[in-house]
Protein backbone atom coordinates (compact mmCIF):
# COMPACT_ATOMS: atom_id res chain seq x y z
CA UNK A 1 0.00 0.00 0.00
CA UNK A 2 1.64 3.55 -1.13
CA UNK A 3 1.33 6.12 1.92
CA UNK A 4 0.54 9.15 -0.36
CA UNK A 5 0.93 11.52 3.13
CA UNK A 6 5.34 10.70 3.30
CA UNK A 7 7.47 12.84 2.49
CA UNK A 8 9.08 11.31 -0.70
CA UNK A 9 5.55 11.21 -2.40
CA UNK A 10 5.72 13.84 -4.70
CA UNK A 11 9.45 12.57 -5.12
CA UNK A 12 7.19 9.12 -6.48
CA UNK A 13 4.32 11.49 -8.25
CA UNK A 14 7.28 13.44 -10.02
CA UNK A 15 8.82 9.81 -11.04
CA UNK A 16 5.73 8.66 -12.45
CA UNK A 17 5.09 12.06 -14.74
CA UNK A 18 8.28 11.52 -15.86
CA UNK A 19 7.26 8.21 -17.35
CA UNK A 20 4.73 9.20 -18.95
CA UNK A 21 6.65 12.06 -20.48
CA UNK A 22 9.11 10.19 -21.58
CA UNK A 23 6.48 7.97 -23.79
CA UNK A 24 4.55 10.86 -24.79
CA UNK A 25 7.94 11.93 -26.59
CA UNK A 26 8.69 8.66 -27.29
CA UNK A 27 5.97 8.07 -29.11
CA UNK A 28 6.08 11.58 -30.64
CA UNK A 29 8.81 11.45 -32.32
CA UNK A 30 9.88 7.88 -32.59
CA UNK A 31 9.11 9.07 -36.42
CA UNK A 32 12.05 10.92 -37.33
CA UNK A 33 14.58 8.40 -36.94
CA UNK A 34 12.15 6.10 -39.31
CA UNK A 35 11.92 8.73 -41.92
CA UNK A 36 13.54 6.57 -44.59
CA UNK A 37 12.77 3.58 -44.47
CA UNK A 38 8.86 4.73 -43.96
CA UNK A 39 9.17 7.34 -47.07
CA UNK A 40 10.68 4.59 -49.35
CA UNK A 41 7.84 2.13 -48.18
CA UNK A 42 4.72 4.23 -48.19
CA UNK A 43 6.27 6.49 -51.73
CA UNK A 44 6.08 10.17 -49.51
CA UNK A 45 8.33 13.20 -50.34
CA UNK A 46 9.67 15.32 -47.64
CA UNK A 47 6.18 17.64 -47.42
CA UNK A 48 4.50 14.81 -47.40
CA UNK A 49 5.92 13.06 -44.86
CA UNK A 50 6.58 16.64 -42.59
CA UNK A 51 2.32 16.89 -42.75
CA UNK A 52 2.40 13.60 -40.83
CA UNK A 53 5.07 14.28 -38.23
CA UNK A 54 3.47 18.09 -37.63
CA UNK A 55 0.01 19.05 -39.00
CA UNK A 56 -1.23 15.61 -38.41
CA UNK A 57 0.12 15.61 -34.87
CA UNK A 58 -0.47 19.22 -34.39
CA UNK A 59 -4.20 19.86 -35.34
CA UNK A 60 -6.39 18.28 -32.90
CA UNK A 61 -3.50 18.03 -30.47
CA UNK A 62 -3.15 21.88 -30.12
CA UNK A 63 -7.06 22.29 -30.15
CA UNK A 64 -8.26 20.02 -27.34
CA UNK A 65 -5.47 20.83 -24.89
CA UNK A 66 -7.43 23.72 -23.52
CA UNK A 67 -10.65 21.94 -22.81
CA UNK A 68 -8.80 18.86 -21.86
CA UNK A 69 -6.66 20.90 -19.20
CA UNK A 70 -9.78 22.61 -18.41
CA UNK A 71 -11.66 19.19 -17.81
CA UNK A 72 -8.76 18.10 -15.75
CA UNK A 73 -8.95 21.21 -12.98
CA UNK A 74 -12.56 19.67 -12.41
CA UNK A 75 -12.57 16.07 -12.76
CA UNK A 76 -8.81 15.36 -11.93
CA UNK A 77 -5.85 15.58 -13.43
CA UNK A 78 -4.57 12.14 -13.20
CA UNK A 79 -7.69 10.60 -14.32
CA UNK A 80 -6.82 12.92 -17.41
CA UNK A 81 -3.56 12.10 -17.68
CA UNK A 82 -4.19 8.23 -17.69
CA UNK A 83 -6.78 8.49 -20.21
CA UNK A 84 -4.91 10.34 -22.52
CA UNK A 85 -1.91 7.92 -22.21
CA UNK A 86 -3.95 5.18 -23.24
CA UNK A 87 -5.19 6.63 -26.18
CA UNK A 88 -2.07 8.37 -27.61
CA UNK A 89 -0.92 4.59 -27.00
CA UNK A 90 -3.22 3.08 -29.22
CA UNK A 91 -2.89 5.58 -31.97
CA UNK A 92 1.00 4.80 -31.69
CA UNK A 93 0.25 0.85 -32.14
CA UNK A 94 -2.26 1.80 -35.06
CA UNK A 95 0.50 3.57 -37.28
CA UNK A 96 2.53 0.23 -37.76
CA UNK A 97 -0.14 -1.50 -39.55
CA UNK A 98 -0.55 1.87 -41.80
CA UNK A 99 -0.69 1.25 -45.34
CA UNK A 100 -0.72 4.83 -46.89
CA UNK A 101 -0.25 8.52 -46.22
CA UNK A 102 -4.12 8.95 -45.33
CA UNK A 103 -3.86 5.97 -42.99
CA UNK A 104 -0.88 7.26 -41.20
CA UNK A 105 -1.84 10.97 -41.03
CA UNK A 106 -5.37 9.52 -39.70
CA UNK A 107 -3.47 7.61 -37.00
CA UNK A 108 -0.90 10.32 -36.18
CA UNK A 109 -4.01 12.90 -35.45
CA UNK A 110 -5.00 9.99 -33.32
CA UNK A 111 -1.81 10.51 -31.57
CA UNK A 112 -2.38 14.12 -30.87
CA UNK A 113 -5.45 13.31 -30.30
CA UNK A 114 -4.37 11.59 -26.78
CA UNK A 115 -1.60 13.78 -26.14
CA UNK A 116 -3.23 16.63 -26.21
CA UNK A 117 -4.58 15.67 -22.55
CA UNK A 118 -1.05 14.84 -20.88
CA UNK A 119 1.18 17.74 -20.08
CA UNK A 120 -0.98 20.58 -19.25
CA UNK A 121 -2.51 19.01 -16.24
CA UNK A 122 1.03 17.29 -15.61
CA UNK A 123 2.18 20.71 -15.28
CA UNK A 124 -0.42 21.90 -13.07
CA UNK A 125 0.01 18.72 -10.68
CA UNK A 126 3.79 19.65 -10.33
CA UNK A 127 2.42 22.91 -9.23
CA UNK A 128 -0.09 21.31 -6.91
CA UNK A 129 2.78 18.88 -5.30
CA UNK A 130 5.95 21.38 -5.42
CA UNK A 131 6.28 24.82 -3.49
CA UNK A 132 7.75 27.80 -5.62
CA UNK A 133 11.35 27.74 -4.55
CA UNK A 134 11.83 24.00 -5.83
CA UNK A 135 8.84 24.30 -8.73
CA UNK A 136 11.50 25.26 -11.87
CA UNK A 137 13.43 22.34 -10.73
CA UNK A 138 11.09 20.15 -10.53
CA UNK A 139 9.27 20.67 -13.94
CA UNK A 140 13.07 20.73 -15.45
CA UNK A 141 13.33 17.08 -13.95
CA UNK A 142 9.59 16.45 -15.72
CA UNK A 143 10.84 17.94 -18.70
CA UNK A 144 13.92 15.16 -19.23
CA UNK A 145 10.88 13.10 -20.73
CA UNK A 146 11.46 15.06 -23.53
CA UNK A 147 15.36 13.75 -24.12
CA UNK A 148 15.17 10.48 -22.78
CA UNK A 149 12.23 9.99 -24.90
CA UNK A 150 13.74 11.31 -27.86
CA UNK A 151 16.80 9.32 -27.28
CA UNK A 152 15.08 6.40 -26.60
CA UNK A 153 12.77 6.80 -29.21
CA UNK A 154 15.85 7.29 -32.39
CA UNK A 155 17.49 4.36 -30.44
CA UNK A 156 14.70 1.70 -30.26
CA UNK A 157 13.09 2.70 -33.43
CA UNK A 158 16.48 2.06 -35.24
CA UNK A 159 17.19 -1.28 -33.87
CA UNK A 160 13.36 -2.56 -34.54
CA UNK A 161 13.44 -1.10 -38.11
CA UNK A 162 16.50 -2.48 -38.72
CA UNK A 163 16.31 -5.80 -37.50
CA UNK A 164 12.52 -6.54 -37.97
CA UNK A 165 10.67 -3.32 -39.77
CA UNK A 166 9.65 0.31 -39.02
CA UNK A 167 5.96 -1.43 -38.38
CA UNK A 168 7.21 -3.32 -34.90
CA UNK A 169 8.74 -0.30 -33.49
CA UNK A 170 5.87 1.49 -33.50
CA UNK A 171 3.30 -1.56 -32.25
CA UNK A 172 6.23 -2.15 -29.46
CA UNK A 173 6.31 1.24 -27.68
CA UNK A 174 2.49 1.71 -28.50
CA UNK A 175 1.52 -1.41 -26.13
CA UNK A 176 4.62 -0.58 -23.73
CA UNK A 177 2.17 2.77 -22.83
CA UNK A 178 -0.74 1.25 -22.58
CA UNK A 179 0.52 -1.48 -20.00
CA UNK A 180 2.18 2.08 -18.67
CA UNK A 181 -1.25 3.67 -17.97
CA UNK A 182 -3.18 1.58 -14.74
CA UNK A 183 0.10 1.59 -12.82
CA UNK A 184 0.29 5.37 -12.63
CA UNK A 185 -3.54 5.31 -12.32
CA UNK A 186 -3.19 3.28 -9.13
CA UNK A 187 -0.05 4.98 -8.00
CA UNK A 188 -0.55 8.69 -8.48
CA UNK A 189 -3.55 10.98 -6.96
CA UNK A 190 -4.35 14.62 -7.33
CA UNK A 191 -3.33 16.42 -4.53
CA UNK A 192 -6.57 17.24 -2.73
CA UNK A 193 -7.12 20.89 -2.25
CA UNK A 194 -7.58 23.19 0.65
CA UNK A 195 -11.43 24.49 1.17
CA UNK A 196 -10.88 27.60 -0.32
CA UNK A 197 -9.79 26.88 -3.22
CA UNK A 198 -11.66 24.13 -4.15
CA UNK A 199 -14.73 26.25 -3.52
CA UNK A 200 -12.96 28.56 -5.93
CA UNK A 201 -12.38 26.22 -8.44
CA UNK A 202 -16.20 25.39 -8.19
CA UNK A 203 -17.77 29.06 -8.78
CA UNK A 204 -15.63 30.03 -11.21
CA UNK A 205 -16.68 29.23 -15.05
CA UNK A 206 -14.24 27.02 -17.18
CA UNK A 207 -13.30 29.38 -19.47
CA UNK A 208 -12.61 32.44 -17.24
CA UNK A 209 -8.74 32.10 -17.59
CA UNK A 210 -8.89 33.69 -20.37
CA UNK A 211 -9.70 37.02 -19.95
CA UNK A 212 -7.15 36.72 -17.11
CA UNK A 213 -3.92 35.87 -19.72
CA UNK A 214 -5.55 38.31 -22.30
CA UNK A 215 -4.49 40.86 -20.31
CA UNK A 216 -0.92 39.64 -19.78
CA UNK A 217 1.65 40.60 -22.19
CA UNK A 218 4.12 38.51 -20.72
CA UNK A 219 1.66 35.54 -21.61
CA UNK A 220 1.23 36.02 -25.28
CA UNK A 221 5.34 37.14 -26.04
CA UNK A 222 6.55 33.91 -23.80
CA UNK A 223 3.97 31.54 -25.35
CA UNK A 224 5.21 33.00 -28.49
CA UNK A 225 8.93 32.77 -27.60
CA UNK A 226 8.32 29.15 -27.07
CA UNK A 227 6.33 28.11 -30.05
CA UNK A 228 9.37 29.74 -32.62
CA UNK A 229 12.03 27.75 -30.52
CA UNK A 230 9.46 24.88 -30.55
CA UNK A 231 9.15 25.35 -34.73
CA UNK A 232 12.91 25.44 -34.91
CA UNK A 233 12.97 22.50 -32.55
CA UNK A 234 10.41 20.21 -33.77
CA UNK A 235 11.57 20.21 -37.24
CA UNK A 236 15.01 19.52 -36.73
CA UNK A 237 13.76 16.66 -34.47
CA UNK A 238 12.40 15.14 -37.23
CA UNK A 239 14.37 15.62 -39.77
CA UNK A 240 17.96 16.02 -38.23
CA UNK A 241 18.37 12.11 -38.69
CA UNK A 242 17.79 11.77 -42.35
CA UNK A 243 20.14 14.50 -42.89
CA UNK A 244 22.88 13.00 -41.12
CA UNK A 245 22.22 9.68 -42.68
CA UNK A 246 22.35 10.95 -46.28
CA UNK A 247 24.95 13.27 -45.11
CA UNK A 248 27.05 10.76 -43.73
CA UNK A 249 26.11 7.82 -45.58
CA UNK A 250 25.13 6.08 -42.51
CA UNK A 251 22.82 3.51 -41.80
CA UNK A 252 19.51 3.58 -39.01
CA UNK A 253 21.61 2.13 -36.43
CA UNK A 254 24.83 4.79 -36.60
CA UNK A 255 22.65 7.65 -36.66
CA UNK A 256 20.76 6.50 -33.87
CA UNK A 257 23.61 5.84 -31.57
CA UNK A 258 24.89 9.40 -32.71
CA UNK A 259 21.42 11.58 -32.30
CA UNK A 260 20.76 9.42 -28.68
CA UNK A 261 24.09 10.07 -27.05
CA UNK A 262 23.05 14.03 -28.18
CA UNK A 263 19.74 14.01 -27.35
CA UNK A 264 20.26 12.04 -23.64
CA UNK A 265 23.52 13.93 -22.78
CA UNK A 266 23.04 17.06 -24.47
CA UNK A 267 19.49 17.60 -23.28
CA UNK A 268 19.34 15.98 -20.47
CA UNK A 269 22.05 18.29 -18.83
CA UNK A 270 20.22 21.25 -20.05
CA UNK A 271 17.10 20.74 -19.09
CA UNK A 272 18.15 20.54 -15.66
CA UNK A 273 20.31 22.93 -15.80
CA UNK A 274 17.75 25.54 -16.94
CA UNK A 275 15.80 24.41 -14.21
CA UNK A 276 18.65 24.90 -11.33
CA UNK A 277 19.78 28.53 -12.54
CA UNK A 278 16.10 29.49 -12.86
CA UNK A 279 15.20 29.11 -9.18
CA UNK A 280 18.36 29.85 -8.11
CA UNK A 281 18.09 33.80 -10.18
CA UNK A 282 14.32 33.86 -9.68
CA UNK A 283 14.79 34.03 -6.45
CA UNK A 284 16.07 37.78 -6.77
CA UNK A 285 14.65 38.85 -10.05
CA UNK A 286 11.43 36.91 -11.76
CA UNK A 287 12.45 37.75 -15.22
CA UNK A 288 15.19 35.53 -15.03
CA UNK A 289 12.50 32.79 -15.50
CA UNK A 290 12.25 34.02 -19.08
CA UNK A 291 15.72 36.41 -19.59
CA UNK A 292 17.66 32.87 -19.31
CA UNK A 293 15.93 31.09 -22.00
CA UNK A 294 16.49 34.09 -24.44
CA UNK A 295 20.46 33.78 -23.92
CA UNK A 296 20.26 30.59 -24.71
CA UNK A 297 18.35 31.05 -27.71
CA UNK A 298 20.77 33.39 -29.04
CA UNK A 299 23.73 30.63 -28.52
CA UNK A 300 21.40 27.89 -29.64
CA UNK A 301 20.86 29.18 -33.61
CA UNK A 302 24.69 29.68 -34.48
CA UNK A 303 26.24 26.32 -32.89
CA UNK A 304 23.20 24.32 -34.80
CA UNK A 305 24.09 25.90 -38.06
CA UNK A 306 27.87 25.30 -37.50
CA UNK A 307 26.86 21.16 -36.64
CA UNK A 308 24.90 21.12 -39.68
CA UNK A 309 27.31 22.02 -41.73
CA UNK A 310 30.48 20.24 -40.25
CA UNK A 311 32.57 17.98 -42.71
CA UNK A 312 33.20 15.47 -39.79
CA UNK A 313 30.90 13.54 -38.05
CA UNK A 314 33.51 13.95 -34.24
CA UNK A 315 32.96 17.76 -35.13
CA UNK A 316 29.17 17.94 -35.61
CA UNK A 317 28.87 15.75 -32.50
CA UNK A 318 30.72 18.33 -30.70
CA UNK A 319 28.93 21.30 -32.20
CA UNK A 320 25.67 19.62 -31.94
CA UNK A 321 25.94 18.79 -28.31
CA UNK A 322 25.56 22.91 -27.15
CA UNK A 323 22.52 23.39 -28.97
CA UNK A 324 21.19 19.97 -27.92
CA UNK A 325 21.74 21.43 -24.14
CA UNK A 326 20.28 24.56 -25.05
CA UNK A 327 17.36 24.52 -26.90
CA UNK A 328 15.16 22.82 -24.38
CA UNK A 329 16.34 24.72 -21.25
CA UNK A 330 13.67 27.37 -21.92
CA UNK A 331 11.15 24.32 -20.22
CA UNK A 332 11.11 24.20 -16.74
CA UNK A 333 11.87 28.07 -16.13
CA UNK A 334 9.05 29.17 -18.89
CA UNK A 335 6.38 26.71 -17.79
CA UNK A 336 6.64 27.84 -14.14
CA UNK A 337 6.70 31.56 -15.00
CA UNK A 338 3.30 30.44 -17.22
CA UNK A 339 1.95 28.89 -13.93
CA UNK A 340 2.39 32.55 -11.73
CA UNK A 341 0.13 34.19 -14.43
CA UNK A 342 -3.01 33.16 -13.07
CA UNK A 343 -4.58 31.95 -9.78
CA UNK A 344 -3.51 28.72 -8.49
CA UNK A 345 -6.84 26.90 -9.08
CA UNK A 346 -7.15 28.07 -13.10
CA UNK A 347 -3.35 26.14 -13.43
CA UNK A 348 -4.65 23.20 -15.90
CA UNK A 349 -6.06 26.40 -17.86
CA UNK A 350 -3.35 28.07 -18.11
CA UNK A 351 -1.19 25.85 -19.47
CA UNK A 352 -3.52 24.25 -21.82
CA UNK A 353 -3.82 28.23 -23.25
CA UNK A 354 0.18 28.27 -23.27
CA UNK A 355 0.33 25.22 -24.90
CA UNK A 356 -2.13 25.80 -27.45
CA UNK A 357 -0.19 28.53 -29.05
CA UNK A 358 3.37 26.72 -28.59
CA UNK A 359 2.08 23.65 -30.31
CA UNK A 360 -0.08 25.17 -32.73
CA UNK A 361 3.49 27.30 -34.18
CA UNK A 362 6.20 24.81 -33.01
CA UNK A 363 4.48 21.38 -33.82
CA UNK A 364 1.98 22.58 -36.60
CA UNK A 365 4.48 24.61 -38.67
CA UNK A 366 7.93 23.32 -37.97
CA UNK A 367 8.52 19.52 -39.72
CA UNK A 368 5.58 20.24 -42.47
CA UNK A 369 7.71 23.83 -43.00
CA UNK A 370 11.48 22.37 -43.24
CA UNK A 371 10.23 19.62 -45.54
CA UNK A 372 8.14 22.33 -47.95
CA UNK A 373 11.42 23.92 -47.96
CA UNK A 374 13.51 20.87 -48.68
CA UNK A 375 10.73 20.72 -51.70
CA UNK A 376 11.39 24.08 -53.01
CA UNK A 377 15.20 23.72 -52.80
CA UNK A 378 15.40 20.16 -54.22
CA UNK A 379 16.00 21.48 -57.91
CA UNK A 380 18.62 23.74 -57.07
CA UNK A 381 20.23 21.99 -54.06
CA UNK A 382 19.64 18.21 -55.13
CA UNK A 383 20.18 15.98 -52.16
CA UNK A 384 21.19 18.66 -49.84
CA UNK A 385 18.55 20.43 -49.76
CA UNK A 386 16.71 19.01 -46.51
CA UNK A 387 20.16 20.10 -45.11
CA UNK A 388 19.88 23.84 -46.31
CA UNK A 389 16.24 24.24 -45.40
CA UNK A 390 17.29 22.63 -41.46
CA UNK A 391 20.02 25.35 -41.52
CA UNK A 392 17.02 28.22 -42.46
CA UNK A 393 15.01 26.84 -39.99
CA UNK A 394 17.14 27.40 -37.04
CA UNK A 395 16.73 31.24 -37.77
CA UNK A 396 13.40 30.98 -35.78
CA UNK A 397 15.82 30.44 -32.54
CA UNK A 398 16.64 34.29 -32.94
CA UNK A 399 13.06 35.06 -33.63
CA UNK A 400 12.36 33.29 -30.07
CA UNK A 401 15.11 35.05 -28.19
CA UNK A 402 14.16 38.67 -29.46
CA UNK A 403 10.68 38.07 -28.28
CA UNK A 404 11.78 36.29 -24.65
CA UNK A 405 14.18 39.25 -23.85
CA UNK A 406 10.84 41.65 -24.90
CA UNK A 407 9.00 39.30 -21.76
CA UNK A 408 11.36 40.57 -19.30
CA UNK A 409 9.57 43.55 -18.37
CA UNK A 410 6.33 42.26 -18.83
CA UNK A 411 6.66 39.12 -16.64
CA UNK A 412 8.20 41.12 -13.84
CA UNK A 413 4.69 43.02 -13.79
CA UNK A 414 2.15 40.49 -14.18
CA UNK A 415 3.51 37.45 -11.98
CA UNK A 416 1.27 36.35 -8.96
CA UNK A 417 2.84 35.63 -6.02
CA UNK A 418 1.39 32.69 -3.88
CA UNK A 419 -0.11 33.32 -0.47
CA UNK A 420 -0.36 31.21 2.32
Known sequence: MIDR???????????????????????????GILAKPIQQDLGLDDA?????????????????????????????????????????????????????????????????????????????????YFPIERRARALAIYSMGIPIGLAGGVMLGAYLAALVNWRVAFVAV??????????????????????????????????????ILLAKPAFWL?????????LAGYGLALWVPKILMDHYDWGLITAGKFMASLLLIGGAGGVFMGGVLADKLGKGDRGWYVKLPALAWLITAPTFALGLISPSPTLAWLCLLIPNALNILWLGPVNTAVQHLAPAHMRAGTAG???????LV??????????????????????????????IGVGFYLVAAVLGLLAVKALRRGWIEERG
Open 5 to 31: ERPGYPRLVLAMLLAVYTFNFLDRQIL
Open 48 to 128: QFGAVGGIAFALLYSCLGVPLALLADRIGKTKVIAAALIVWSGFTALCGTAGSFWQLFLYRLGVGVGEAGGSAPSYALIAD
Open 174 to 211: GVAGIVLAPIFLWIVRDRPKPPPAAAAAERVPLFAVFP
Open 222 to 230: MAFAAGFSS
Open 353 to 359: AFLFITN
Open 362 to 391: GLGLGPWLLGAISVALKAQYGEDSLRYAAI
